[in-house]
């Protein structure tokens, strides 16, 4: 069976297990620290800020980087979403979007998911993502082939010593 929402081409199989190696290891970090999150939010929640989830994101993925680029990987795999992935994509990111946007206007909506204004909100919503989606997909597109041309490159010149 063929994935039909992304795409993905592997580059170099020694590289794809030292980003395995680097993404275990960032994601036991990253447990461990939301764990010690959600132990805050249970036993201490005024002292909980969701902004601490954000951050242990964001620290998790530049140890991630970080630790590959300590690993020695040069090559990244191709990897970008077919049509029908971003528009799946973007009505991930909608629907995120429209629930929290739910649970804060509540009143507005007179508790009613749907009222013409929500579902308004919801179309709206998509329509803004929906291009950006497609840039950020085309940016991957474009660094997948050029991280190709570049592996290929490699390999030409490792020929052409030997």
């Given at each position: 069976?063929?994935?039909?929402?992304?795409?993905?081409?592997?580059?170099?199989?020694?590289?794809?297990?030292?980003?395995?190696?680097?993404?275990?290891?960032?994601?036991?970090?990253?447990?461990?620290?939301?764990?010690?999150?959600?132990?805050?939010?249970?036993?201490?929640?005024?002292?909980?800020?969701?902004r601490m989830i954000l951050i242990i994101i964001i620290?998790?993925?530049?140890?991630?980087?970080?630790?590959?680029?300590?690993?020695?990987?040069?090559?990244?795999?191709?990897?970008?979403?077919?049509?029908?992935?971003?528009?799946?994509?973007?009505?991930?990111?909608?629907?995120?979007?429209?629930?929290?946007n739910y649970q804060f206007n509540i009143e507005i909506?007179?508790?009613?998911?749907?009222?013409?204004?929500?579902?308004?909100?919801?179309?709206?919503?998509?329509?803004?993502?929906?291009?950006?989606?497609?840039?950020?997909?085309?940016?991957?597109?474009?660094?997948?082939?050029?991280?190709?041309?570049?592996?290929?490159?490699?390999?030409?010149?490792?020929?052409?010593?030997?």
């Amino acid at each position: 069976m063929k994935n039909r929402l992304f795409y993905y081409q592997l580059l170099d199989e020694r590289e794809e297990q030292l980003m395995n190696k680097a993404g275990a290891e960032s994601f036991y970090i990253s447990i461990a620290f939301l764990l010690l999150s959600y132990m805050i939010a249970v036993l201490a929640p005024s002292l909980f800020n969701p902004r601490m989830i954000l951050i242990i994101i964001i620290i998790g993925t530049f140890y991630f980087f970080g630790r590959a680029r300590d690993l020695g990987v040069t090559y990244y795999s191709r990897f970008h979403f077919t049509f029908l992935g971003c528009l799946l994509l973007t009505l991930v990111i909608t629907a995120i979007l429209m629930l929290q946007n739910y649970q804060f206007n509540i009143e507005i909506y007179q508790h009613n998911p749907l009222h013409i204004k929500y579902i308004y909100a919801w179309v709206f919503t998509y329509i803004f993502y929906l291009p950006w989606v497609f840039i950020g997909n085309l940016g991957l597109k474009s660094y997948g082939e050029w991280a190709q041309k570049k592996f290929e490159q490699d390999m030409d010149e490792l020929e052409s010593m030997e």
